[in-house]
């Protein structure tokens, strides 16, 4: 290989979407949470890219959508290409059904963002298949009883999936559980589920993170998964504590549902809310489908 190949590679290397977000890592920095490391975060980000062909070619089809996407796991704190935040090729009819970047939250992303919020102590979300032996009455059991036979060879196909989170004071959450038909109804609403590009959805390459995803979300509506509600908290509690005796600490106030009520459980429903960052960065001259509080072009 000549000095002129290399240097052709590596401009060619440098160019790409990859590099693209290492050009834009003090900006992906700022939007980031203050735990989460920039520089690690950044190497996750261009190692996806780098390390899956497709998903290259669909980035440098609009990297401007894909640097929007990015922005997204950013602020909500999530690492991309993981599964807390997957990277996934999406056929666009404004690219002329090219394949772009869609970005789809996770249920390790929304697990993580509940555990953020500071009111819970633990999460469950799992799903049961047809040689689990599952026990829960509502009214009579706190939590659900899930016995498996790890041992015992074939588990089934899936069944269902449940969800709940233990909050700080012991108290056990909404359990949420879900059977094979509402997880079906969920995927039906999901538009990567089916149609172009369908393949790559995580409905179908990953399905069993897809159920304990749905579960997820549907925890979401009963437990904070916001770092707005532990400020909330302390606020109130800061507040109550100005007309009591001096030195008499309140207990912490009960969590509320942190997401709107019409929050479905598709992988596209509602908004997730992450670890608020008070000021974007302004100036900066990201891609067309990248600026601010621009869409994505769809």
């Known amino acids: 290989m000549t000095d002129n190949t290399v240097s052709t590679a590596i401009a060619t290397r440098d160019e790409g979407p990859g590099a693209m977000v290492t050009q834009y890592q003090e900006e992906y920095a700022a939007l980031l949470?203050?735990?989460?490391?920039?520089?690690?975060?950044?190497?996750?980000?261009?190692?996806?890219?780098?390390?899956?062909q497709m998903l290259e070619r669909a980035a440098k089809n609009d990297v401007g959508v894909f640097l929007r996407e990015l922005k997204t796991a950013a602020r909500l704190g999530l690492e991309p290409g993981t599964e807390q935040f997957y990277l996934t090729p999406r056929k666009s009819k404004d690219h002329n059904w090219?394949?772009?970047?869609?970005?789809?939250?996770?249920?390790?992303?929304?697990?993580?963002?509940?555990?953020?919020?500071?009111?819970?102590?633990?999460?469950?979300?799992?799903?049961?298949?047809?040689?689990?032996?599952?026990?829960?009455?509502?009214?009579?059991?706190?939590?659900?009883?899930?016995?498996v036979d790890w041992f015992g060879g074939d588990r089934g196909e899936l069944v269902g999936v449940y969800a709940y989170a233990v909050m700080k004071d012991g108290a056990t959450s909404k359990v949420?559980?879900?059977?094979?038909?509402?997880?079906?109804?969920?995927k039906a609403?999901?538009?990567?589920?089916?149609?172009?590009?369908?393949?790559?959805?995580?409905?179908?390459?990953?399905?069993?993170?897809?159920?304990?995803?749905t579960a997820a979300r549907r925890l979401a509506k009963w437990v904070p998964t916001s770092a707005e509600?532990?400020?909330?908290?302390?606020?109130?509690q800061a507040e109550v504590a100005k007309e009591l005796p001096s030195g008499f600490a309140p207990p912490l106030p009960q969590p509320s549902a942190d997401l709107p009520d019409d929050a479905g459980s598709g992988e596209e429903e509602g908004p997730i809310e992450?670890?608020?960052?008070?000021?974007?960065?302004?100036?900066?001259?990201?891609?067309?489908?990248?600026?601010?509080?621009?869409g994505a072009r769809r």
């Open 176 to 186: 949420v559980i879900l059977n094979r038909q509402q997880v079906m109804d969920a």
């Open 229 to 236: 509600y532990m400020r909330e908290q302390l606020r109130a």
């Open 274 to 294: 992450g670890e608020f960052v008070d000021d974007e960065p302004t100036g900066t001259d990201w891609p067309a489908a990248a600026q601010p509080g621009q």
């Open 189 to 213: 609403k999901s538009d990567s589920a089916s149609g172009k590009g369908a393949d790559y959805s995580p409905w179908n390459t990953n399905e069993e993170a897809m159920w304990l995803k």
């Open 33 to 52: 949470p203050s735990h989460v490391n920039a520089d690690q975060w950044v190497r996750l980000a261009v190692g996806a890219i780098r390390g899956n």
């Open 98 to 147: 090219n394949f772009i970047i869609k970005g789809i939250v996770g249920y390790q992303g929304i697990v993580e963002l509940i555990y953020r919020a500071g009111a819970v102590s633990s999460v469950v979300v799992e799903t049961v298949r047809a040689n689990d032996s599952f026990r829960y009455v509502i009214g009579r059991d706190e939590r659900p009883v899930h016995d």
